[in-house]
């Protein structure tokens, strides 16, 4: 692998009982690098991140992360590895408060601690107290983030981490996903939102009926309207 990727996809295939959803998926994604993955609806994007990080089980292909092979290892040894994915419905407990759901991802060897996330997430230090269930879509997408990092990620993939929230909502948590990648943490990013998307990313992926059918650096895809057209119908806006 080259010494720069800490994360390189090769080949990847994924079905969910005859359905072919990704035809052979090939990727990469640098140290402390934020790569996003785009497409359409349907096109395979939620099945490519749960396959890295173990909630799908691949049918072909390679993932390795840091130079080890860990296509179809059980999602808890995945994230030992330092691969965390926060899912699109972010997996908050309800019941549990906000500390108590960050004190669950906490790792002894994370340079994460409780501290830190009350540092990035201000939010989520005024709210420790309250049940994750009382919590607002954005503190709940900032909890499973901030929950996350106390897991020690060195891979941190996100799912749609601001559909639905509101713009200043949105801001924030653009910001405060700039301040982690600066911290080093390599960034895979699935998101709707391409504003947010070219604020935040280094490179971009497009991906089509489960196949990479475009790779492009942030500056060439930004001035790419054809492309942006053509594959995710938005060129002209
Ligand atoms: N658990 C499942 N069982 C069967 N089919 C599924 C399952 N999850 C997703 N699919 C199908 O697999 C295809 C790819 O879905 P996936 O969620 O990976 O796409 P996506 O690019 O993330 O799209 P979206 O933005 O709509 O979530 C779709 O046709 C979807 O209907």
């Known amino acids: 692998m080259s010494a720069a990727n800490i994360l390189e996809v090769e080949g990847l295939h994924a079905h969910y009982g005859k359905s072919h959803v990704l035809q052979g998926v090939s990727m990469t994604v640098g140290e402390a690098e934020l790569v996003t993955l785009l497409g359409r609806n349907g096109a395979g994007k939620s099945t490519t991140l749960k396959s890295i990080a173990g909630a799908v089980t691949p049918t072909g292909g390679r993932v390795r992360f840091q130079g080890a092979d860990i296509a179809g290892l059980p999602p808890h040894r995945i994230a030992t590895r330092g691969v965390c994915l926060v899912p699109e419905h972010r997996g908050v407990f309800k019941l549990l408060t906000v500390e108590e759901n960050l004190l669950l991802g906490q790792r002894r060897d994370s340079p994460w601690q409780l501290g830190d996330i009350y540092r990035i997430f201000p939010r989520l230090k005024e709210r420790r107290r309250n049940g994750g269930g009382q919590l607002s879509g954005g503190e709940q997408q900032m909890l499973a983030i901030g929950r996350a990092l106390m897991n020690h990620p060195r891979l941190l993939i996100l799912d749609e981490p601001v559909e639905g929230l509101a713009p200043v909502i949105v801001e924030e948590i653009v910001a405060q996903l700039k301040s982690i990648k600066a911290a080093g943490v390599a960034i895979l ?49």
């Open 189 to 237: 990013l699935v998101e709707q939102n391409l504003e947010v998307c070219v604020q935040l990313a280094d490179r971009h992926y497009i991906l089509e009926q489960g196949v990479i059918v475009h790779e492009a650096g942030n500056t060439a895809f930004m001035a790419d309207h054809d492309v942006k057209d053509r594959y995710l119908g938005v060129g002209l806006a």
